[in-house]
């Protein structure tokens, strides 16, 4: 029987959060988590050896938190206190740098659409493609959070960081979007990526010079490449349940264009083509996402 050495979780957020942060999520030693067991979302539990993807494009930013210790692909973990340290993800509009073997322990946020900057303060032109230090939003605030949540156990890591964004959107104070970017981008995620920009504008009520200019200011990518990254998430579904033969069909099902297209997308956006996701089921949580999605 294979020995268990990690786990992935996500956790529903705390319930004064859950209008702006899709999930909680931690990765590390596999271990057990009763006292917030209610919250759990899911998990995935893995042997040593696994594989993990590289960083896919994800239009909604993220907040990662790593802990100062780092798995290796033997499933021992090592101490690199020197490593821990928060940062905040901006909007991804390509596939990042790829994972080695080794990954470190984590505990994060994944926002909702175009909601990051609740908790940043900065619109999200200022961070996209760009994976910037906590501490250059939240100042001294962020110093010591790494360090409390790395001697703490899991569920009370879980409530240390619940507290730590409810105090950061409390304060949290200037300009919002005009728009209602949030339910635009909840509704394109909802459609698979296929609305059109000319359908989004519609539904705001502006021009589309006027929703371009709003989604890259506040969510950081255009409306065009929100939709396609949203496409993109909504197909690893098919790839990450090990689909294989009938790409074509596939690419019809997903909104594209041909086979070709959906290689073209799916290397742009994930660095990886969707016969050698499907072929090595690789681990990434928006697979996992959007196999969930699909049942």
């Known amino acids: 029987m294979e020995r268990l050495v ?46 993990y993807s590289a960083t896919f494009a994800d ?55 175009a909601q990051a900057s609740a908790f940043t303060g900065v619109p999200g032109r200022v961070l996209a493609d760009r994976i910037v230090p906590l501490e250059e ?22 409530d240390l960081l619940d507290a730590a ?29 296929q609305p059109s920009v000319e359908r989004l504008a519609q539904e705001a009520g ?15 990518v255009s409306p065009k490449r929100y939709c396609r990254i949203a496409r993109f998430q909504s197909a690893l579904g098919f790839a990450g349940a090990g689909a294989s033969g009938d790409w074509a069909r596939v690419a019809a099902d997903s909104g594209y264009a041909d086979h070709s297209h959906l290689i073209a997308e799916f290397r742009e956006f994930s660095g990886l083509t969707p016969q050698r996701l499907a072929s090595e089921r690789r681990f990434h949580p928006f697979i996992e996402r959007a196999r969930a999605a699909q049942r």
């Open 59 to 113: 239009a909604d930013g993220s907040l990662v938190i790593e802990l100062g210790r780092l798995g290796e692909a033997d499933g021992s973990w090592k101490d690199t206190a020197a490593r821990a340290g928060a940062s905040v993800i901006g909007a991804m509009g390509v596939a990042g740098p790829k994972h080695g073997p080794e990954l470190p322990e984590m505990i994060g946020a994944y926002f909702h659409p």
């Open 165 to 193: 964004l409810l105090a950061r959107l409390e304060v949290r104070r200037g300009p919002t979007a005009s728009l209602d970017l949030a339910g635009l981008a909840q509704w394109v995620v909802a459609e698979r990526g």
């Open 6 to 51: 990690t786990c992935y979780r996500e956790y529903a957020p705390h319930p004064a959060l859950r209008g702006q942060l899709r999930a909680l999520f931690c990765f590390g030693p596999a271990s057990r988590d009763d006292r917030h067991s209610s919250r759990l979302i899911r998990e995935v539990r893995f042997g040593a050896g696994a594989s």
């Open 137 to 158: 939003l939240w100042g001294r605030d962020a110093r010591e959070l790494p360090e409390r949540l790395r001697d703490a156990d899991l569920a009370t890591r879980l």
């Open 206 to 220: 502006v021009s589309r010079q006027q929703l371009t200019r709003v989604f890259h200011e506040w969510v950081g």
